[in-house]
């Protein structure tokens, strides 16, 4: 079986707690997941992994795509791209609505849309090597566009009742991966505002968090091929990590689009959430 890196550093806690170090001051730490090789020390365009925060309990993967692979995700969703929506627990089954505090585009790659393709095939067999959490417990994999001014406004990736504000058992995303494929020059941070920082981090932002609506807790402004790993629920995958809220921030004044990939994963496999975009559950 293969031995997952963020399981190791999620669970095992394998990672001190005390002063930040650069990947080249730390010692090499380095670990085979099946054909794909990860660790700790840098170099020109090797993956490598940050550990941003235990509230969330959130890592940066760096360089988890190629630029190649950045681009070609782009570039084959452009034409494709819709008005976001948003799920809504409190409405019938499956169903979405379009909300203000969402505003960018996006589309799923569905094989229902002829969307499924080596690229993003591969791109889910990595999220799952990464993070110990299985194919079938992952979404379809989703593009989306930010274009100037537009953001997502602090929000849960786990469901959560419009009409009691909590947690809702059986919608429960475990966790979301969102890959970089383009970031604009200012704005577009990912913030999480009521994270918290590793002790001993220096007290700036990881990003440009002067966009952001919510207040400033974590906000991280990743590079293109980076990918940012966050957990949703608490270790027992039974309660609502509240510091998981997030957003995306702001975009301004930037002829650079924010491109992303969403990942979300969930705590058992559905074959709705891979199978069928007409029938998938966006919880």
Not at 44 to 67: C, I, Q, Y
Request: glycine share 10%; charged share 25%; proline share 5%.
């Amino acid at each position: 079986m293969v031995a997952a890196l963020l399981t190791v550093f999620f669970v095992g806690r394998l990672v001190s707690l005390g002063t930040r170090r650069t990947p080249s001051e730390a010692k090499p730490r380095r670990m085979h997941l099946d054909k794909l090789t990860f660790g700790m020390e840098t170099g020109p365009g090797r993956p490598w992994m940050e550990l941003v925060s235990w509230k969330p309990r959130a890592a940066l993967l760096h360089n988890f795509l190629t630029d190649r692979e950045c681009d070609y995700l782009r570039d084959v969703s452009i034409s494709k791209l819709k008005r976001s929506v948003v799920g809504n627990i409190n409405l019938q089954e499956n169903e979405t609505e379009v909300d203000g505090a969402r505003d960018s585009s996006g589309v799923f790659f569905s094989p229902r849309m002829g969307m499924e393709d080596k690229v993003s095939a591969r791109l889910r067999r990595r999220a799952a090597l990464f993070t110990g959490i299985a194919e079938e417990q992952q979404e379809l994999v989703q593009v989306l566009r930010y274009e100037e001014g537009q953001k997502y406004l602090p929000h849960f990736d786990a469901g959560i009742s419009n009409e009691t504000g909590k947690f809702v058992e059986g919608y429960g995303r475990l966790a979301t991966m969102l890959v970089y494929l383009q970031m604009p020059d200012q704005g577009g941070d990912t913030n999480f505002p009521e994270g918290e920082r590793l002790a001993g981090r220096a007290p700036e932002p990881l990003g440009d968090a002067a966009t952001c609506q919510g207040k400033v807790g974590l906000s991280v402004k990743p590079r293109k091929g980076d990918a940012l790993f966050f957990y949703s629920l608490d270790p027992t995958a039974s309660y609502l990590d509240e510091a998981s809220l997030h957003e995306s921030c702001a975009v301004v004044g930037s002829s650079v689009d924010k491109w992303t990939v969403s990942i979300w994963m969930h705590r058992v496999g559905n074959p709705q959430y891979t199978n069928d975009f007409g029938t998938m559950s966006l919880w």
